[in-house]
């Protein structure tokens, strides 16, 4: 994992940092030493029933600093940094859009981590750009450029790299492709509403009850199976996925493209629907299964980039699409 600093005996280097990664329904969490090893790792609710996102936020930082304190208990590390990543477009007012933290655009989320935090530096990005920057790091899109990251999770997003470096975007809007409308058709739901795991689910729980086996246990599992009532809407939502996918290849030119998320769980399906959609209408002969890859960190690559952000800050590095409290 190359989200270390730079130093000559890492194995003896005391330094360490606490990632959390804040998603719709459970929150990651860890520490990292400067040797990349990660420890202490833990997963717990984001919110307790009937918790509201202001309380739920105050409980998961007071869980990171119990993980610094007990990294820094007897001298066995110097916590140094604390990366903190959530769905949403992280401005300087705060977090907004973001539909599987309903509430957090309310919550101070940065003045809320320097009061709990203090004198510790804790950098609040946005969870795909910082899972495009563990690809680029140390995943499938290293030597990429430009390369991108796409997220088909509970939400769709993207994440543009150039240079090694994530592109934030005039307003943090960068990638939020989960927004996009098929060209033409402005009256039809936007990307996330059609491939975005939540959203699928909900389509499409009762025909899966319909087809006898009870819901559905994920929506990789719609992407996969065998009834034809799932496989005619999972047809049309990769085939939508597939055009705004070939929509970003032609404006951007990416090296690679790196898909991540829930939904690779479908990784086959997937990669086959996309891949095949971009060789049959994108010029410039690409070998589409070279250039359209499953990403490395599909599980974790947000926490690994809260991590690599946590090591930036450390170093003195601040990333223009990210907050820091100091």
């Keep these: 994992m190359t989200t270390v600093p730079d130093t000559a005996d890492a194995l003896a280097d005391p330094r360490a940092i606490v990632a959390l990664d804040i998603g719709g329904t459970k929150t990651a969490m860890a520490t990292i030493d400067a040797a990349g090893a990660m420890s202490a790792g833990r997963r717990v609710p984001t919110r307790?029933?009937?918790?509201?996102?202001?309380?739920?936020?105050?409980r998961l930082l007071g869980a990171?600093?119990?993980?610094?304190a007990a990294a820094s208990r007897g001298g066995r590390h110097e916590v140094v940094?604390?990366?903190?990543?959530c769905p949403g477009t992280v401005t300087s007012a705060g977090v907004e859009l973001s539909p599987n933290l309903p509430g957090i655009e309310r919550v101070d989320v940065l003045g809320?981590?320097?009061?709990a935090f203090g004198a510790l530096p804790v950098v609040v990005a946005n969870d795909v750009k910082a899972a495009g920057l563990a690809e680029v790091r140390s995943g499938a899109l290293v030597g990429a450029d430009p390369g991108?990251?796409?997220?088909l999770g509970t939400g769709v997003a993207a994440a543009l790299t150039v240079g090694g470096r994530v592109v934030g975007g005039a307003r943090g809007v960068a990638g939020e492709i989960g927004y996009a409308l098929a060209p033409g058709r402005p009256d039809e739901p936007d990307l996330e509403s059609l491939i975005g795991g939540g959203p699928l689910l909900a389509r499409t729980a009762a025909l899966?009850?319909?087809g006898g086996t009870g819901p559905a246990p994920d929506a990789a599992a719609i992407l996969t199976s065998a009834d034809p009532r799932l496989r005619a809407v999972a047809d049309r939502a990769l085939d939508v996925l597939a055009g705004h996918v070939l929509n970003l290849y032609l404006a951007l030119d990416p090296t690679r493209i790196a898909l991540g998320g829930g939904l690779m769980a479908a990784a086959d399906r997937v990669l086959d629907a996309v891949r095949g959609f971009v060789a049959e209408h994108a010029p410039g002969g690409?070998?589409?299964?070279?250039?359209?890859?499953?990403?490395?960190?599909?599980?974790?690559?947000?926490?690994?980039?809260a991590a690599a952000l946590a090591w930036d800050i450390a170093r003195g590095e601040r990333p223009g699409w990210a907050l820091v409290t100091r």
């Design 64 to 68: 990171a600093r119990d993980q610094v």
């Design 286 to 305: 690409a070998a589409s299964d070279e250039v359209i890859v499953a990403a490395r960190h599909v599980h974790d690559g947000a926490l690994r980039g």
């Design 81 to 85: 940094a604390v990366g903190l990543v």
């Design 48 to 58: 307790a029933p009937g918790e509201d996102m202001g309380h739920a936020f105050d």
């Design 148 to 151: 991108l990251f796409v997220n």
């Design 208 to 210: 899966y009850a319909l």
């Design 112 to 115: 809320r981590a320097r009061e």
